[in-house]
């Protein structure tokens, strides 16, 4: 069965520091890939999306993500962290042929001052 | 305009109440989707509407009830909730079909306690 893992289910980045998220996937056909940012008692807002094509994709608020067949991983990165950046993302999967997405657990960002 | 709505934005009903959630998006998508939230985990998808129809139901209680009037409109009526059923209840929509990407769009969100 399809899983997204998510390494760390918290994790602390001062103001200004790299921000790294990282999402693994296991699937035997690369799965189009997405991450979900979620801010408190909001909806989920898509940050970005990998489909086919060029595998550095750039989202919203300066984030992106790289997918890496060989790894089968699909990290999200941002340079510099902003105090706006402190919320919980969700990296997420869906099959080509399947409207079901399967979610990661999640990892909630703090961003430290 | 990647917009989903949804309606009431927090609802507290007995045990014995009726409700309805309502959601509604003006994108075209022609699939749309019920989640429910608890707090600090990912979303749980419990129906999924392709073209008007149901096409997933993930073994949700009979006391939810989704209907689909238009391909604009979903419902999701309660009835006879149980107090573990507070969440947040969350709306999603996506093109539909065979479509590459079919990314899905959420709305933000019903906060439902059941008393």
């Known amino acids: 069965a399809q899983s997204v893992t998510q390494l760390g289910s918290h994790v602390s980045v001062s103001e200004g520091a790299l921000v790294l998220l990282r999402c693994n996937y296991s699937?035997?056909?690369?799965?189009?890939l997405f991450w979900y940012v979620q801010y408190p008692n909001q909806g989920l807002q898509l940050l970005l999306k990998y489909t086919t094509g060029a595998t550095l994709v750039k989202g919203i608020n300066g984030f992106e993500a790289e997918f890496k067949k060989s790894e089968t991983s699909f990290h999200l990165t941002k340079p510099s962290a902003h105090m706006s950046d402190a919320a919980e993302y969700f990296c997420?999967?869906?099959?080509?042929?399947?409207?079901?997405?399967?979610f990661g657990p999640g990892t909630s960002l703090s961003v430290i001052p | 305009d990647t917009e989903v709505t949804q309606t009431p934005k927090h609802l507290v009903m007995g045990m014995t109440n009726k409700k309805s959630l309502k959601c509604e998006q003006h994108m075209g998508h022609r699939a749309m989707y019920w989640y429910k939230q608890k707090a600090k985990k990912p979303p749980e998808l419990m129906f999924v509407?392709?073209?008007?129809?149901?096409?997933i139901n993930e073994s949700v209680p009979s006391r939810f009830s989704p209907e689909c009037p238009n391909s604009s409109l979903l419902n999701l009526h309660l009835h006879a909730l149980q107090p573990e059923d507070s969440a947040l209840y969350l709306c999603?929509?996506?093109?539909?079909?065979?479509?590459?990407?079919?990314?899905?769009?959420f709305g933000p969100g019903t906060r439902l306690t059941v008393l």
């Open positions: 997420a999967a869906l099959k080509t042929s399947y409207d079901k997405v399967i």
């Open positions: 999603a929509s996506s093109q539909g079909g065979v479509t590459a990407g079919r990314t899905q769009y």
């Open positions: 699937s035997s056909v690369p799965p189009y």
């Open positions: 509407y392709s073209y008007e129809k149901l096409s």
